[in-house]
């Protein structure tokens, strides 16, 4: 939020804008910096020896794939061993399979995202133009307008 303020001095104008807070390394006003605990450098590291388990990591992708907008997830399995995860099922585009494997590789405890996405074909498909597919083999649908199968 910015807001403008009056200088005492001649009635210029200053331009007040307060600090970010929640972006990191900041100053706090008094020459001091500060560190966000959300972007420290210890952030994703948990105690010695300690893996997710492969369930809760599945119950996570799933949760992250079902709240995108992006991402139909309802033909869509996740699987996980040893935080490996693999995404099976079909998807609409090459840009939604790469959503999909971003979201999931961005989970903690993922240690690697086998995606085996198929991209779904359109159902609409020109066929050719102006000719049918079917037996007779002759030209139907009025010379050069194509058909939709």
């Known amino acids: 939020m910015v807001s403008t303020t009056r200088s005492p001095r ?3 104008e200053q331009v007040y804008d307060p600090p970010q807070v929640g972006y990191g390394h900041e100053d706090d ?3 001091r910096t500060r560190t966000d605990p959300d972007t420290g450098p210890h ?11 492969d369930a809760r990591i599945v119950e996570h992708d799933c949760e992250r794939l079902a709240e995108s907008p992006h991402v139909g997830a309802s033909d869509i399995d996740v699987a996980a061993v040893n935080g490996g995860v693999t995404l099976t099922g079909n998807i609409r585009s ?3 399979k790469r959503y999909a494997e971003d979201l999931v590789e961005s989970v903690s405890g993922v240690r690697h995202v086998q995606n ?24 139907t ?8 199968v």
Request: no cysteine; aromatic share 2%; proline share 6%.
């Open 94 to 96: 090459r840009i939604v």
């Open 10 to 12: 001649a009635g210029a």
């Open 43 to 53: 952030r994703g590291r948990g105690p010695k020896g300690y893996r997710r388990s």
């Open 141 to 148: 649908g009025g010379g050069n307008t194509p058909t939709i």
């Open 29 to 31: 006003g008094h020459g």
């Open 116 to 139: 085996n996405l198929r991209i779904q074909p359109r159902t609409s498909v020109l066929m050719g133009a102006g000719r049918a597919i079917g037996s007779g083999g002759g030209q």
